[in-house]
């Protein structure tokens, strides 16, 4: 399945009801975000079991705002409705994998005890 489109009204809901949400935070005159771009696309159709949302900046502004977007793109990754990963610049192929086996390999259970410490 290749990307969705992730606006204001279905951000939340789609990473509360899925497992494992990618989110590429875009803009169309981005060179970066174009060049990444495909190498995202490709690992949408790839990776059926996690669901990959983009969002378009420009026509998003207030939710790249919420979401304190300050360089894009933006890759955020989102376990169990929990962010677990988040870093601008684009990813090669390799990167992008190895971010996707280390989310999907990621303890919530040890990580939220992590986090109330």
Known sequence: ?????LTAENF???VMENPI???????SWCG???????????AAVANP???????DTE???????????TSIPTLMAFKEGTLVFAQPGALPKEALAQV????????????RAAQED
């Open 21 to 27: 949400v990618l989110v590429d935070f875009w803009a």
């Open 32 to 42: 970066p975000c174009r060049q990444f771009a495909p190498i995202y696309e490709e």
């Open 49 to 55: 079991d996690v669901v990959f949302g983009s969002v």
């Open 59 to 69: 026509a998003e502004q207030q939710l790249a705002a919420a979401a304190q977007i």
């Open 100 to 111: 996707l086996t280390a989310v999907r390999e990621l303890d919530m259970a040890e990580a």
């Open 1 to 5: 399945m290749s990307a969705i489109t």
């Open 12 to 14: 939340e809901q789609t």
